[in-house]
């Protein structure tokens, strides 16, 4: 609508520009999709995704509509689900991780758990075992960088193909994460809106292969 678009990001995309990478992002093919013409004009992300992660993202076409949503994020306003598969057999069927985030001393480019980080919470389900794998849902809690990739990473269970927290070696295709689900109430128009989107097609045949083991 004319305060928000909601997209479905592939894997392998960055959401904004970095040092290495200007202009192959998220934010310039938003902005081009919406055809913004003036190079100062702005569209808002609210919350990010990896660039190996794929699925649903919200991005705010006002800056008070940024402020709106980030405000309700930061009181657990949006509920925001995503499906994995995880290297091992959890053997509960679910659990909540609660452990502290911080960024990792020794490598700028990781996050740890870490006792002098801020709080972040996880919510797990089990949706599916196998020989040496498990299909998840994970509900985030909090927000933090790399939240969901650091608590499974710290509990045993890496997100199969994490090109930094996995010891194996990855693949060309990004981490088996993907944000499936976000639900909330627009707070412009206080309409409740809810979006869910299939993982891509890497992640199902992952799937079907487990499946055949």
Do not use: C, W
């Not at 091992?88 to 985030?101: F, L, V, Y």
């Not at 490598?107 to 794998?133: P, Y």
């Amino acid at each position: 609508d004319m305060h928000i678009i909601v997209v479905n990001k592939p894997s392998g995309l960055l959401t904004i520009a970095t040092d290495k990478e200007k202009s192959e992002t998220l934010y310039h093919k938003v902005r081009e999709y919406l055809k913004v013409k003036n190079k100062n004009a702005k569209v808002f992300i609210v919350h990010r995704l990896d660039k190996d992660t794929s699925g649903l993202m919200i991005i705010a076409k006002d800056e008070k509509t940024q402020e709106l949503l980030s405000d309700m994020i930061s009181k657990k306003e949006v509920e925001r689900k995503y499906l994995a598969i995880v290297d091992g057999r959890i053997i509960e069927n679910t659990a909540t991780i609660d452990a502290p985030i911080g960024r990792n001393p020794e490598d700028r480019q990781k996050m740890q758990v870490n006792a002098k980080g801020k709080s972040a919470i996880t919510d797990i389900k089990v949706l599916e075992r196998f020989k040496n794998n498990t299909f998840i849902e994970a509900t985030l809690k909090t927000g933090r960088t790399h939240q969901i990739r650091v608590h499974l990473n710290y509990i045993g269970h890496t997100v199969t193909n994490d090109p930094i927290y996995s010891k194996k070696k990855s693949t060309d295709f990004g981490q088996m994460l993907h944000s499936y689900k976000i639900e909330f109430t627009h707070p412009i128009t206080s309409k409740l809106l809810s979006y869910e989107i299939n993982p891509p097609e890497e992640f199902e045949k992952a799937l079907e292969k487990l499946r055949e083991e």
